[in-house]
Antibody, heavy 119, light 109 residues
């Protein structure tokens, strides 16, 4: 089955760190650009990071310098290392696949993992 | 940075009615770079349309998209119970960057 499954979320104190993982299955993971997208409860969607097939990475200003996206193609896995976490980072974090050929839209999403930053 | 503004914020409709959702960009964008998603409560978003008007695999024909320049529309003919929820437009731009509109909620009247 083609799917993405996130893990690693939880409760962390402000200033703390957390590492999210996303396990991909059912498709040629190494051929796709991959992303993390988050959603604050009751709010909209925010793109958080992306990594291309050649390992190029991109971030919005809100997380640049604090978050690091990486991938391990041999294990069909995507990661997000989150440091210096803030209350505003509290959200459900989704792993998402960009359509083949980097067309700019996300054609496969995981179910998400909850990250709560609170003391 | 492109900002996407969706309207209305909420649509209250009955099953069988039609829905028209708007997505306006802060500047002209390519229709090729505009997508729409549907999200049901407690679920991940699901791709509906890409290239502004191309239905994703498995998306019913009652969903259609149109638009150009800075104004885009998602139209749903004859709402089914499973169509209620949140709808987001999304743009892929230079930098690169991916931005979403703030969403339109389609609720049962």
């Amino acid at each position: 089955e083609v799917q993405l499954v996130e893990s690693g979320g939880g409760l962390v104190q402000p200033g703390g760190s957390l590492r999210l993982s996303c396990a991909a299955a059912g498709f040629a993971f190494s051929d796709y650009d991959m992303h993390w997208v988050r959603q604050v409860p009751g709010k909209g969607l925010e793109w958080v990071s992306s990594i291309g097939t050649i390992g190029d990475t991109y971030y919005p200003g809100s997380v640049k310098g604090r978050f690091t996206i990486s991938r391990e193609n041999a294990k069909n896995s995507l990661f997000l290392q989150m440091n210096s976490l803030r209350a505003g980072d509290t959200a459900v974090y989704y792993c998402a696949r960009e359509n083949y050929g980097a067309s700019g839209y996300f054609d496969l999403w995981g179910r998400g993992t909850q990250v709560t930053v609170s003391s | 940075e492109i900002v996407l503004t969706q309207s209305p914020g909420t649509l209250s409709l009955s099953p069988g009615e039609g829905a028209t959702l708007s997505c306006r960009a802060s500047q002209s964008i390519s229709a090729n770079d505009l997508a729409w998603y549907h999200q049901k409560p407690g679920q991940a978003p699901r791709l509906l349309l890409f290239g502004a008007s191309v239905r994703a695999t498995g998306v019913p024909h009652r969903f259609s998209g149109s638009g150009s320049g800075a104004d885009f529309t998602l139209t749903i003919r004859r709402l089914e119970p499973e169509d209620f929820g949140l709808y987001y437009c999304q743009h892929y731009g230079d930098s690169p960057a991916w931005t979403f509109g703030q969403g339109t909620k389609v609720e049962i009247k």
